[in-house]
């Protein structure tokens, strides 16, 4: 077993010394050095990492954030990148509406495949702005998406921050509309069927679950 573990190690260390260089995600130019590792140094992921739900009389809200390190990412140069991604789940007077929540394990090859996926580290500037925010408080941007939507145009802005009290762990949410549906899937000629997200937009302050 000790011998299968080294072996292991052996691995993944060699993996990372091959993508030359490591580079700090939140302050290096995103993926312009073919094979780096644009890679999240400071852990500024890990504190979203978890189950997290929001809960009233009519609804409950539950978003699940994985980190994937070293996702392999493809565009005009090839590089691995780590991300935050996330699955939610939605109830609405009892009734499942959403519940993706256990898709946030799978190894999908491409990091559109997630519901939700980060866009890095920001401050007060990015839309929705947060009022209540000092401008150099740290802000994780998402980009959002649900797995019932097939219209190629429907966005929406989601921004979340820590906001811990007396010892409970907690996330604010700040998810707005940004942009309507098309009317076409991403082939832009299939008509698409997705007139709106399901979960209501709003500010949501969610509590750590597990």
């Not at 942009?179 to 698409?192: A, E, I």
Request: with cysteine.
């Amino acid at each position: 077993m000790k011998s299968i573990l080294s072996t292991l190690l052996v691995l993944f260390s060699s993996n990372i010394m091959a993508q030359s260089p490591v580079l700090d995600i939140h302050t290096a130019e995103f993926a312009e050095i073919e094979n780096a590792y644009y890679k999240d140094i400071d852990n500024f992921y890990n504190q979203f990492v978890g189950t997290w739900v929001y809960t009233d009389a009519m609804k409950t809200i539950r978003f699940r954030f994985v980190k994937k390190e070293m996702f392999y990412y493809q565009s005009f140069t090839n590089c691995y990148v780590d991300y935050l991604v996330g699955e939610m789940q939605y109830i609405e007077n009892g009734i499942v509406k959403i519940n993706s929540l256990a898709s946030v394990l799978d190894n999908h090859s491409s990091i559109f495949d997630y519901s939700l996926h980060s866009i890095g580290e920001t401050y007060n500037y990015w839309h929705p702005r947060c009022l209540e925010c000092p401008e150099n408080m740290e802000r994780m941007a998402m980009s959002y998406n649900e797995p019932t939507n097939n219209d190629s145009g429907l966005e929406a802005a989601f921004v979340m921050r820590r906001a811990d009290e007396n010892g409970v762990q907690k996330i604010k949410v700040q998810y707005v509309f940004t942009n309507g549906p098309s009317g076409v899937q991403s082939d832009f000629q299939t008509p698409s069927t997705t007139t709106g997200f399901t979960i209501p937009y709003g500010d949501y302050t969610l509590i750590k679950e597990n």
